[in-house]
């Protein structure tokens, strides 16, 4: 099982972008699935996640700035992240749980500038 991460890049503080996590299973078989971010000299840290049937659960400090979403046709999941701040730089990673085990991508960086 592979997860692939794309999206990331330098924006402007109060601009938006689009990550988008491909699966190559069918995401039907995926549990919950998950974006984790990790600064330089922090730990990683859970932002989002959503479950097979489409509940979503969000970290507080992205509350209503981040939505997450999945395409089942297309074995996507997405995190639309809006009015950026600098403070949301990092290496987001998403994750996918299906059956006993949890499979990472490789990560993609997000700057934000002020």
């Known amino acids: 099982v592979q997860l692939v991460e794309s999206g990331g890049g330098l924006v402007q503080a109060g601009g938006s972008l689009r990550l988008s996590c491909a699966t190559s299973?069918?995401?039907?078989?995926?549990?919950?699935m998950g974006w984790y971010r990790q600064a330089p000299g922090t730990q990683r840290e859970l932002v989002a996640t959503?479950?097979?049937?489409?509940?979503?659960n969000y970290k507080d400090p992205v509350k209503g700035r981040f939505t997450i979403s999945k395409d089942n046709a297309k074995n996507t999941m997405y995190l639309q992240i809006n009015n950026l701040k600098p403070e949301d730089s990092a290496v987001y990673y998403c994750?996918?749980?299906?059956?006993?085990?949890?499979?990472w991508g490789q990560g993609t960086q997000v700057t934000v500038s002020s």
């Open positions: 994750y996918a749980v299906f059956g006993t085990q949890t499979v």
């Open positions: 959503i479950t097979g049937g489409g509940t979503t």
């Open positions: 299973v069918n995401i039907f078989r995926i549990i919950i």
